[in-house]
């Protein structure tokens, strides 16, 4: 007899109160979800397409990237393409663990934003100049390449925090004439 009170007159139960509100919060969070990929999801460019600025040795690199992070780590690189430069909002380059020769192109001053700059684990032989007008960058990771010199400029980065040397054969006086430009508070890493 109780169970008549909650049948209607087209043969349907009517719906506790709790199961409403299930309802309500899975339909209001699936429009969140849509609203939120659409308007908000397809903002963020994570992948970074040379397509358009390709050399031969750099087909079809996968890069992560977006408008501050450049990722072209382990990506067998022999060089850079020069867009890379035109992103002046860079804070963050990484091009270790590639096969770079030479050095970083001059080019380089152009990412006056940089803050990180990791060329670990290459083949260069040189850094250049240039490298000292980004005064903004607090770290510098140059370990494990085939560096023999070190540019003065190096001593205007004043925001250095760290500078990895290791495993290279650098001049010690072009270090010590760099350290002491450079304030104190710099670890400069050193170990073989």
């Given at each position: 007899?109780?169970?008549?009170?909650?049948?209607?007159?087209?043969?349907?139960?009517?719906?506790p109160?709790?199961?409403?509100?299930?309802?309500?919060?899975?339909?209001?969070?699936?429009a969140?979800?849509?609203?939120?990929?659409?308007?908000?999801?397809?903002?963020?460019?994570?992948?970074?397409n040379?397509?358009?600025?390709?050399?031969?040795?750099?087909?079809?690199?996968?890069?992560?990237s977006?408008?501050?992070?450049?990722?072209?780590?382990?990506?067998?690189?022999?060089?850079?393409?020069?867009?890379i430069?035109?992103?002046?909002?860079?804070?963050?380059?990484?091009?270790?663990?590639?096969?770079?020769?030479?050095?970083?192109?001059?080019?380089?001053?152009?990412?006056?934003?940089?803050?990180i700059?990791?060329?670990?684990?290459?083949?260069?032989?040189?850094?250049?100049?240039?490298i000292?007008?980004l005064l903004?960058l607090?770290?510098l990771?140059?370990?494990?390449?085939?560096?023999?010199?070190?540019?003065?400029?190096?001593?205007?980065?004043k925001?250095?925090?760290?500078?990895?040397?290791?495993?290279?054969?650098?001049?010690?006086?072009?270090?010590?004439?760099?350290?002491s430009?450079?304030?104190?508070?710099?670890?400069?890493i050193?170990?073989?």
């Amino acid at each position: 007899m109780m169970e008549d009170n909650y049948i209607k007159k087209d043969g349907y139960k009517k719906r506790p109160l709790w199961q409403w509100i299930l309802l309500y919060v899975v339909a209001a969070g699936a429009a969140y979800g849509l609203i939120y990929y659409f308007f908000f999801g397809k903002n963020n460019d994570y992948v970074y397409n040379q397509s358009q600025n390709q050399t031969n040795n750099q087909q079809n690199t996968g890069a992560i990237s977006n408008d501050y992070f450049l990722n072209l780590s382990n990506n067998g690189l022999t060089s850079l393409s020069q867009s890379i430069f035109d992103q002046t909002n860079l804070q963050e380059l990484d091009i270790s663990n590639n096969s770079l020769t030479g050095a970083i192109p001059a080019e380089i001053r152009k990412l006056k934003n940089l803050i990180i700059l990791n060329a670990s684990y290459n083949q260069m032989t040189g850094v250049p100049a240039e490298i000292g007008q980004l005064l903004n960058l607090q770290v510098l990771d140059l370990s494990y390449n085939q560096i023999t010199g070190l540019p003065n400029e190096l001593g205007n980065l004043k925001n250095l925090k760290t500078l990895n040397l290791s495993g290279n054969a650098y001049s010690q006086q072009d270090l010590n004439g760099i350290r002491s430009k450079l304030p104190t508070t710099v670890n400069i890493i050193i170990s073989q």
